[in-house]
């Protein structure tokens, strides 16, 4: 039987929801008419779609791609490729949109869809929030367009290698740097692995083999817990760095040359100071991410801007601004360069070793001079998806005149010695959290009094 269409999949950046409970074939069918039909509407016609590594996800995109034709779309199937290299295949094959199957880090039961679109400037860029909201109401309504659209299958992969040698400078050498790879088992391993071997380093590749049950570790290298593997292969090969990979490939993760997790406010630091001498400008990174950085972007004739969390938003601003660099606490990297202006982990991660190498030093020298306070990293707390909202103004509001706030994305208060975030997740029924001061007993004081505040709305209010 043929699941109900469930409107709480449609979330601000993608689509996503669980399998066989919010998912079936029968569903991407709609998609496919739903995205297609939205597309129509804007004169946009050919459509790049990709899937994940996810063990529905071959069934899911052949769904999807019915859908799409159904409506008069041509479709141009890519087959099992990262988000990265979708974006890439839009500007690449002169499409007019792209569609991946994909679920980015969530576990395997989850699955979802990312849309694109081409970009006149830009080669293409994220569809926005209010078109995916789009996408649900027509799914909902059925107000779909009519056609018959062609299908194509593509291999961009050579192609998409070529792209980023030509981009990145080969590291050769007497003696070949040394990087550990870790694929995750989701879909970005076997071409970041390929690419990284063009580029002349020496690579000893971890868990690269595609896999949608993610049986090693789960694919999000935001999580220290799925770092460990890449950790103990640096240091047992005595690598400069490890790479990691989430599910779908468009995060980077970060180990230095120990093994220690490095964040992405922290190799930012690393990726600003080579970027930043070749041109000065606007860097972007949102909310989640310490004071030190921008600290240290003003220090290099940068102009720090502090924005919200999300891909999205974080693409939009980058090109509003003309921005040298941006990224993402949870790894989302992009560095403006012809044919890449997009977030790719693989990519970013090849940018960073060339920017170690640049300035000839490892991470851990690299970020030496730039030492980070205590933190408490990211919190998560469940929370009414219809009261979340109005939590955050009454946090704003207890804290206004009290402190300088700043008021982007959520409520991110200044105490002079440290500073919290609480924000309303985009995502999921939950209010997120961070905090940094100079000890780590302060940052728990902070995070006490603002926890304190928001369970006041919670009993309250």
């Known amino acids: 039987m043929a699941l109900t269409l469930n409107a709480t999949i449609f979330r601000a950046y993608d689509i996503r929801g669980i399998v066989d409970i919010d998912l079936d074939e029968s569903i991407y069918q709609l998609l496919g008419q739903a995205a297609g039909?939205?597309?129509?509407?804007?004169?946009?016609?050919?459509?790049?779609?990709?899937?994940?590594?996810?063990?529905?996800?071959?069934?899911?995109?052949?769904?999807?791609?019915?859908?799409?034709?159904?409506?008069?779309?041509d479709v141009?199937?890519?087959?099992?490729?990262?988000?990265?290299?979708?974006?890439?295949a839009v500007e690449h094959l002169g499409a007019d949109a792209g569609a991946i199957v994909s679920a980015s880090h969530n576990p395997p039961n989850f699955n979802g869809l990312k849309l694109r679109r081409s970009h006149a400037t830009f080669g293409s860029e994220p569809t926005s929030g209010a078109d995916v909201q789009e996408?649900?109401?027509?799914?909902?309504?059925g107000d779909f367009v009519s056609g018959a659209g062609s299908y194509t299958q593509v291999d961009v992969s050579a192609a998409y290698v070529?792209?980023?040698?030509?981009?990145?400078?080969?590291?050769?050498?007497?003696?070949?740097?040394?990087?550990?790879?870790?694929?995750?088992?989701?879909?970005?391993?076997?071409?970041?692995?390929?690419?990284?071997?063009?580029?002349?380093?020496?690579?000893?590749?971890?868990?690269?083999?595609?896999?949608?049950?993610?049986?090693?570790?789960?694919?999000?290298?935001?999580?220290?817990?799925?770092?460990?593997?890449?950790?103990?292969?640096?240091?047992?090969?005595?690598?400069?760095?490890?790479?990691?990979?989430d599910g779908d490939g468009d995060r980077l993760g970060v180990v230095d040359d120990c093994g220690d997790m490095v964040f992405a406010d922290r190799y930012l630091i690393a990726m600003a100071r080579e970027r930043l001498a070749q041109r000065t400008g606007p860097v972007v990174f949102d909310v989640k991410c310490s004071a030190v950085l921008p600290q240290v972007i003003r220090e290099l004739g940068g102009e720090p801007i502090m924005w919200k969390t999300g891909y999205t938003n974080l693409s939009a601003k980058m090109r509003e601004l003309d921005a040298v660099l941006g990224g993402e606490l949870s790894g989302h990297t992009i560095l403006p360069l012809p044919g890449h202006y997009y977030d790719d982990?693989?990519?970013?991660?090849?940018?960073?070793?060339?920017?170690?190498?640049?300035?000839?030093?490892?991470?851990?020298?690299?970020?030496?001079?730039?030492?980070?306070?205590?933190?408490?990293?990211?919190?998560?707390?469940?929370?009414?998806?219809?009261?979340?909202?109005?939590?955050i103004d009454y946090i704003q509001a207890h804290f206004a005149g009290r402190y300088p706030l700043i008021d982007v994305d959520g409520v991110r208060v200044d105490y002079g010695d440290g500073w919290g975030l609480i924000r309303a997740s985009n995502t999921e029924p939950a209010i997120t959290t961070r905090f940094e001061a100079k000890t780590l007993e302060r940052a728990q004081a902070i995070r006490a009094e603002m926890l304190g505040v928001l369970e006041e709305f919670r009993t309250h209010v």
């Open 37 to 73: 039909t939205l597309f129509r509407r804007q004169d946009l016609r050919s459509v790049v779609v990709a899937r994940d590594a996810r063990l529905t996800s071959p069934a899911y995109q052949a769904a999807l791609i019915s859908g799409l034709r159904a409506v008069g779309c």
């Open 76 to 88: 141009i199937d890519i087959g099992q490729a990262a988000t990265p290299v979708m974006y890439f």
């Open 135 to 141: 996408v649900g109401r027509i799914a909902l309504s």
């Open 162 to 245: 070529e792209n980023v040698v030509g981009l990145i400078p080969a590291f050769r050498g007497a003696q070949r740097l040394k990087v550990v790879l870790d694929g995750g088992n989701g879909v970005a391993g076997p071409l970041a692995l390929r690419t990284f071997e063009a580029l002349g380093l020496d690579v000893v590749p971890l868990f690269i083999e595609p896999d949608g049950r993610f049986p090693n570790h789960h694919p999000d290298p935001l999580k220290a817990e799925n770092m460990l593997d890449l950790g103990r292969a640096v240091r047992e090969h005595n690598a400069l760095l490890g790479i990691g990979l």
């Open 345 to 391: 982990g693989a990519f970013a991660g090849l940018a960073l070793i060339h920017a170690l190498r640049t300035l000839g030093q490892t991470l851990r020298e690299c970020l030496a001079p730039y030492p980070t306070p205590p933190s408490i990293d990211e919190g998560r707390i469940h929370f009414a998806e219809d009261r979340k909202f109005a939590a």
